[in-house]
């Protein structure tokens, strides 16, 4: 006879098993059976964020650091609800993620009591897969299913509705295992050898990457194929990890999102070689189309939505990247011989002093004129954080106009040391940078966040003072929206700013973090910055630092 289980408890059981270490949560009434089954499960840590779009982001961070599955619970209709830009997110990244909701026992919702939902339809449009448990004998394989979707490329989030009588139900169930597909695949030897002639025939090539590259654990693979062919390589215009190694020489930082700056950036190349993501996601629409005429492309990564979505490919492989450049390069260069070794020395060579190291040095001498000018001026700022961050050190980057040259200035070494905004919702890095540090305790963490987006997401704080975390908050305060006034003043010749100041009151941070627990310092004198910055990032716990930078907008 199999032994007895409460629902609560297999399913705690269950996410551990599927290598949940972190259950990212806020509790209400139809949560209490899982908060009740926690007591028998104190290896699991519970990690309490004060809002349920912050739970999903915390979780968020969390996976996107550690490439590994995450759990969060959220509370009922209003509860996902409130996580659904979250939500937005995190299917933005594909990440592996398992939310989930306490709902209304069966029958009970019937009658549409307070705080009842159609969850399930609720979720579906940001979901790979989304089920409502109506057995407790059914849980066990919802789950393991719900697992193997989340972590099968492309990857992404699904979500579970959890009935209160399920929870509380007690079956002899099986709780079945673990599985994971491995999709670790590489091109047949035809596709291998069409990709390397159509590589090789390329005068050319210029070289797109996009996250796969951080998922695939791919960065030093890519490297080599863009130093095999003397190329250029660029990050796709929506820069949101370490895509590349910064100090490759073969490196020329992001693809501007503006199809013009990137249509002119790309003319002088015959070949896309596309690794990994969509190449060239834009923002704002602009009737010059981004992809220079007569530009043909080539294409791997598992994402196949993303594969010729928009533009059609010579080649396209749905394949993982690393095992892909692991073969390919080989062939690259068994088939271009000397001739390919030649014209990759002359490639290097024209790039020498063009590429990311090559530019680095000029503009930090541009933006240290700024260096004495009061009110402090945002690209100094973020100047001082890179200098002064440890080299360990992971960047979580929400700084939107004040972080413009911080992929130039801070080179991406390992694939988790950086972690950017993707999806243009705002509010995504306090509370990811939180998941950050927890994924990484040994690591200090910093977050660089505008003003704006740190008050969509301020209660982050309290999880971080309460956890103890190496996190240090740096809050750049322009008193304002400054992309929406620089937006308004450049599509609409209009610098009438409504809605866009936070003056009158002005809001204050410093005071905001040490009430939520933190230890917090405003700097208006650019002077102080060093010594401050330095000091924050050398010691344990949670910090947050308030920079007053200038409010101009351009």
Known sequence: MKNKITGRSAFLALLKDEGVTHLFGNPGTTELPIMHALKDHPDLTYVMAMQESLVVAMADGFSRASG????????????LGNAMGSLYNASFTGTPLILTAGQQEQGHGLTE??????????????????????????????????????????????????????????????LGRSTRI??????????????????????????IV?????????????????????????QSPTPYGAHFLSES?????ALARIQKIAREALAPYDLIVALGGDPLRMSVYSEIDPLPDGLSIVQVGLGDWDIAKNYSADIALKADVKETLRVLIPALKAAGGRALEARAREGLAALASKNWTARRKPLIEQISKHANTSPIDPDWLALQVVEAMPDNAILVDEGLTSSRQMIALRPHRDRYGYHALASGGIGWG???????????????????????????SIQSLWTAANHKLPLTFVIVNNGGYRIIKQRLLAFHGDDHYVGMDFADPPVDFTGMAKSLGLEATK???PAQLKSVLSSAFSRPGAKLIEVMVSNAVN
């Open 430 to 456: 306090l509370p990811a940078s939180v998941g950050v540090s927890l994924a990484h305790p040994q690591r200090p963490v910093v977050c660089y966040s505008g003003d704006g987006s740190a008050m969509y």
């Open 113 to 174: 009591p307070v705080l009842y939902g159609p969850l399930v339809q609720m979720a579906e449009p940001l979901v790979k897969w989304a089920v409502e448990v109506t057995r407790l004998e059914d849980l066990p394989r919802i789950v393991r299913r719900a697992a193997k979707i989340a972590t099968t490329p492309p990857t992404g989030p699904v979500f579970i509705s959890l009935p209160g009588d399920i929870l509380n139900s007690e079956a002899g169930i099986e």
């Open 249 to 253: 020489p073969c490196f020329m930082g």
């Open 68 to 79: 590994k599955l995450v759990a969060c619970n959220v509370h009922v209709a209003p509860g």
């Open 182 to 207: 491995d999709t670790r695949v590489k091109p047949s030897d035809e596709s291998l050898q069409a990709l390397t002639a159509r590589i090789l025939k390329a005068e050319r090539p210029v070289i």
């Open 523 to 525: 700097v208006t004198d």
């Open 210 to 234: 996009g996250d796969e590259l951080v998922k695939s654990d791919a960065l030093h693979e890519a490297a080599q194929l863009a130093e095999t062919l003397g190329c250029p390589a660029y």
